[in-house]
């Protein structure tokens, strides 16, 4: 395993590095991090020690085989992530965030798009192990042709994590009839003192919008496109100026 | 001088006729007042004449001029020049409202316009409506309030240029200032000469836009086709009049009740 400790904004490529990454990032800092190439590696640890803020901002775009990601959070910490899963044919990836300390937080925000005969496998759990923790998971997905998109994932609140908030959301538009898309938010609450909830969203796109959308003039195909991005586009805001407009040119040319 | 002309026109959803033979006509520079009791066919028949998908002409044709738009989709509609500010307006997710708002200026002219003439133009019409300028850097009206959902159909309308602009009941939500706000708009809008089409249950809205014509739709006909004082009678006395001096029954709005269960948003429901 390869140790990194972060104490600067950091860009990191991870192809020919380790199997396996552990990244600190020390107390009393506020980092953002991007990976490049993660699709090269299967163990991702980061650890977030108290006081700190770290965005981090991942962009996949080969296959990703597996990848368990993992995260520690310390007290008064943050982590925000930004994921944008555009890879191709095989993404299983398993994230792993534990809110250890009090007042720590995760927000996690993913978009992917599946196409062809594409399989992804998206599981993200956030576990609240201390009192007023607070966690949000926002995956939102567009599945087309023949291709599998599974977001799952549990926000478990531990007995006596009182004053904790966790929330999950996953929605999924669906295209062709040859789709196979499954949302299954999950809960597991052991504390009552909480405000947690989930949402799922399996469907294609509203008729009540394209109507919307057409009744201005757009055609049926362009009213379909800008809904489609809206799925997709708000993950930009997460990367800088020249990843975002690389991810850009990506959603419009496999759309 | 464009004509929305529409005859003998007979609307069904999921196999109940909803309205049963409309014939009316509305030109550019008149502004109609369309009322009726709920549940009477008045959303329908914008609804219709927009070509939203889920309503099935049975028979009747819809003109404007000599164009037929009937078998028309949405969009060649709304290039012909039909506007329609909705009732509920959708909030779409994840679409930044200037995007859509330019792809739908694009859509409806000739000629891209320049980035620089269209944030020119949004500019204008947010500053006539009194909206806050960061609403069109929103998610389509995601989180608006009723009020804000409002005027930016207002604003749409403004940046479109309709011949004929219809608008499904655009007072509710909305405060007495901003229904002012509003009219001054529309009222703005009638003297270049574009075409209303407008349904409100509220004298009020009317007093402000001043219409030249009022139509009363019961059952799914148009019975009463006339003078404005047509909406001072009903705002003071409703719809009884019809009854005893026309011999028309009012049919009871049927209230489906049992597709709406605990959990589901009400309003959602009954808007489909």
């Not at chain 1, 007023?132 to 291709?147: A, P, W």
């Not at chain 1, 926000?155 to 789709?179: L, M, P, W, Y």
């Not at chain 2, 404007?64 to 738009?69: E, F």
Request: overall charge negative; glycine content about 6%.
């Amino acid at each position: 395993m390869k140790k990194i400790d972060v104490v600067t904004d950091l860009q990191y490529d991870c192809l020919d590095s380790s199997d396996s990454l552990s990244f600190e990032v020390t107390q009393n800092k506020q980092v953002s991090v991007y990976l490049k190439n993660i699709e090269e590696v299967e163990k991702i640890n980061f650890e977030v020690k108290d006081n700190s803020t770290l965005f981090l901002s991942i962009f996949a775009q080969k296959i990703v085989k597996n990848i368990n990601f993992t995260a520690n959070v310390g007290e008064n910490a943050r982590i925000i992530v930004y994921f944008a899963d555009f890879s191709v044919e095989r993404n299983h990836l398993n994230a792993s965030i534990n809110l250890n300390k009090d007042n720590a937080e995760c927000e996690w925000h993913l978009a992917s798009l599946s196409s062809q005969k594409d399989d992804k496998q998206i599981a993200v759990s956030i576990y609240h192990n201390s009192p007023n923790t607070h966690g949000r998971i926002d995956n939102y997905g567009v599945c087309k042709d023949n291709s599998t998109l599974v977001f799952s994932g549990i926000s478990h609140i531990e007995k006596g994590c009182h004053q904790s908030t966790s929330h999950q959301n996953a929605k999924i538009v669906v295209f062709d009839d040859g789709c196979k898309a499954i949302a299954k938010p999950i809960l597991k609450i052991d504390e009552n003192d909480i405000e947690a909830s989930h949402a799922a969203v399996v469907g294609k796109v509203s008729d009540e919008h394209i109507f919307y959308l057409t009744s201005r003039g757009l055609s049926i195909d362009e009213a379909k496109l800008l809904i489609t991005l809206g799925y997709l586009k708000p993950i930009l805001k997460g990367f800088n100026e020249e990843t975002a407009s690389e991810i850009d040119s990506l959603i419009e040319g496999r759309l | 001088m464009a004509t929305l002309k529409i005859k003998d026109l007979h609307v069904e959803v999921e196999g109940k006729e909803i309205l049963k033979g409309v014939t009316t006509n509305i030109s550019e520079g008149e502004t109609v007042a369309l009322l009726g009791p709920n549940g009477h066919g008045k959303s329908t028949l914008l609804n219709v004449i927009m070509g939203h998908p889920r309503y099935k002409i049975t028979s009747g044709s819809i003109y404007l001029d000599d164009l037929d738009i009937t078998e028309m989709t949405t969009d060649e509609r709304a290039k012909a020049g039909l506007f329609l500010a909705l009732q509920n307006p959708a909030e779409v997710p994840g679409v930044i409202n200037s995007d859509f708002l330019r792809a739908a200026v694009n859509a409806t002219r000739d000629e891209k316009i320049s980035t620089y003439k269209f944030y020119k133009m949004l500019d204008n019409a947010t500053k006539e409506l009194k909206m806050p300028f960061d609403l069109a850097t929103r998610s389509l009206n995601e989180g608006f309030s009723g009020g804000e959902k409002k005027r930016n159909e207002i604003l749409q309308l403004l940046l479109l240029e309709p011949k004929i602009a219809m608008l499904d009941e655009i007072d509710s939500g909305l405060d007495v200032d901003a229904i002012q706000i509003v009219a001054d708009v529309i009222k703005k809008e009638e003297e270049k000469g574009r075409g209303f089409l407008v349904i409100s249950h509220y004298a009020r809205l009317f007093d402000l836009i001043k219409p030249t014509r009022a139509i009363v739709m019961i059952n799914g006909r148009i019975v009463l086709d006339g003078d404005t004082s047509l909406i001072k009678r009903i705002d003071q006395t409703g719809y009884e009049f019809i009854k005893t001096e026309l011999g028309i029954e009012i049919e009871k709005e049927q209230a489906d009740m049992n597709t709406v269960s605990i959990g589901t948003c009400a309003v959602k429901e009954t808007i489909k």
